[in-house]
């Protein structure tokens, strides 16, 4: 998760071949196989972040593969860990602006309550 942040920092080509080559939802994947583990929940947020940012497929991409639900698993699970709250906010942030089905999934799904407890 760490790397594929890193991949995705600058422009919108490499953000597409990411998401084209799987890299949402092998995030997705590790998110949801390691809950507990709060470097992979960190950098799998941080990974959304870049990866979702701006690029209308890579969110659609995201929404397909219930990012956003494993997002919200990560804020409950990490309730105390402020970085954990923030980065997550920021990974719906990403995946949801621009984006309405993502946003009514991701609300379906909690999103906006553990945003507000977050704060």
Do not use: P
């Amino acid at each position: 998760c760490k790397l594929l942040r890193g991949l995705n920092i600058e422009g919108n080509a490499v953000k597409c071949q990411s998401g084209e080559a799987g890299a949402i939802e092998a995030v997705v994947a590790a998110l949801g196989a390691h809950l507990t583990v709060e470097d992979v929940q960190e950098w799998g947020c941080r990974a959304l972040i870049n990866v979702c940012d701006c690029v209308a497929d890579n969110q659609a991409k995201a929404g397909a593969a219930g990012a956003y639900v494993a997002v919200v698993a990560a804020m409950g699970a990490h309730t105390s860990s402020s970085l954990i709250q923030e980065k997550a906010s920021w990974a719906l942030s990403s995946m949801t602006s621009g984006h309405a089905g993502n946003r009514i999934k991701a609300g379906a799904a909690g999103a906006i309550e553990k945003v507000v407890t977050a704060m």
